[in-house]
């Protein structure tokens, strides 16, 4: 079965700091990779997502997320966060089988200091 | 545009009793839906989903069941609630099958059994 791992639970950062949450997974066979946001109150959105061709991928707010096969991860990074980027961050993987059933990691609480 | 309601947002309920979870779409038809949970310190776990009125899949042997009465409404239910039946209950839709395209989550109902 697959699963997703992401390393870190809990970050602290201060405004302007550059971020990079970890994410890897375990399945050897073509997947697609997403990353999903929850902001406080509000609804799990996605960030962005990758299925194929360039594996630098761009979301919104200015985050961006590289495919690197040979690692099986999808870390997440942004060069220079902000207070409104607190939140939590879900990694999450789906077979590229047809149907989506999504697998999820644990999530990492990302708290910025103004 | 699309909207996705849930509820109730918070539930409070002792063990053994029933549980009924709503969730609905509007704003688009014949959506597949899905129930995921996420236990304290675990990942988002998909439960259930359905890809039709009355088609349900369950994907972990579980105290719950689900029910899809109408095309935009996805129940999920319980007939003895569990100690381990605790935890953050999120309904998503999406609207094609592939594996690539995007779910989008409802605000969730925390419930805590007691």
């Known amino acids: 079965a697959q699963s997703v791992s992401q390393h870190n639970h809990h970050v602290i950062l201060s405004e302007a700091a550059s971020l990079e949450l970890g994410c890897n997974y375990s399945?050897?066979?073509?997947?697609?990779l997403f990353w999903y946001v929850q902001y406080p109150g509000q609804h799990l959105q996605l960030l962005l997502k990758y299925f194929s061709g360039d594996p630098l991928v761009k979301g919104i707010k200015g985050f961006e997320a590289e495919f690197i096969k040979s690692k099986f991860s999808f870390n997440l990074r942004k060069p220079s966060v902000q207070w409104s980027d607190t939140a939590e961050y879900f990694c999450?993987?789906?077979?590229?089988?047809?149907?989506?059933?999504?697998?999820f990691g644990t999530g990492t609480r990302l708290l910025v200091s103004p | 545009s699309q909207t996705i309601h849930q509820w109730p947002a918070t539930l409070v309920q002792p063990v053994g009793s029933p549980l009924s979870l709503e969730c609905t779409v509007e704003g688009t038809s014949n959506p597949n839906l899905y129930w995921y949970r996420q236990a304290a310190g675990r990942g988002l776990q998909l439960l259930f989903y359905s890809v039709g009125i009355g088609q349900i899949s369950s994907e972990v042997p579980q105290n719950l069941s689900a029910s899809r009465p109408q095309d935009r409404q996805f129940i999920l239910s319980s007939k003895k609630l569990l100690l381990s039946d605790s935890g953050f209950y999120l309904c998503a839709w999406q609207s094609g099958t592939a594996s690539t395209d995007t779910q989008y989550f409802g605000p969730g109902t925390r419930l805590t059994v007691l």
């Open positions: 999450a993987v789906v077979q590229d089988t047809g149907f989506q059933k999504l697998v």
């Open positions: 399945y050897g066979g073509t997947v697609n």
